[in-house]
């Protein structure tokens, strides 16, 4: 669905369920002046177009135990599609790859990864990362200070 199919109050719901998805529908409703009934039709109608993909809750890695981050970018042996699947199948079944991007430039992705200390990277490298399908190529580059986290896509509300 492209963004002119959206019309401002479209785009109003989708900033503040972006910023705060368990807000009632009560308040989402006069934020955007509908009635609740017509704010959670719109909010559907959403859904099902896909413009709206889900709800998630964030957490906060630090907290969990999970003290660095690194990217590593992953070169293949191959680039034809069915090496391209089978890494991205194997991939999506590790649960320390928090994000993998097919790339375009030196290598054929790009992971960001989560450890809980040095020794637990290693770990991840060793036994997660250099064992996924086709890999010839791994570099990692830790993460030192994450000066601003993903919250959200622009969404013009005028």
């Known amino acids: 669905m492209e963004t002119q199919n959206l019309d401002r109050i479209d785009r109003r719901l989708l900033k503040a369920l ?5 807000q009632p529908i009560s308040e989402l409703a006069a934020l955007v002046a509908l009635s609740p009934s017509a704010c959670h039709r719109r909010i559907k109608l959403l859904e099902e177009r896909g413009v709206l993909e889900g709800y998630v809750a ?9 003290l ?9 042996y191959s680039q034809s599609q069915d090496i391209l699947r089978q ?4 991939a999506r079944r590790v649960p ?32 997660c990362i250099a064992q996924l399908p086709n890999v010839s190529r791994i570099q990692s580059s830790l993460v030192l200070r994450t000066v601003r986290h993903w919250s959200g896509y622009a969404v013009d509300t005028a």
């Not at 972006?18 to 368990?22: I, P, T, V």
Request: charged letters at 35%; one cysteine or more.
């Open 18 to 22: 972006q910023e705060d998805c368990r």
């Open 58 to 66: 964030r957490l906060n890695g630090k907290k969990m135990g999970y």
């Open 87 to 90: 890494f991205e199948d194997a």
């Open 96 to 127: 320390e790859i928090l994000e993998c991007h097919l790339m375009t430039g030196q290598a054929d992705y790009m992971l960001k990864v989560a450890a809980r200390s040095t020794e637990d990277y290693e770990r991840i490298h060793r036994d």
């Open 68 to 76: 660095i981050e690194f990217f590593v970018e992953v070169s293949l």
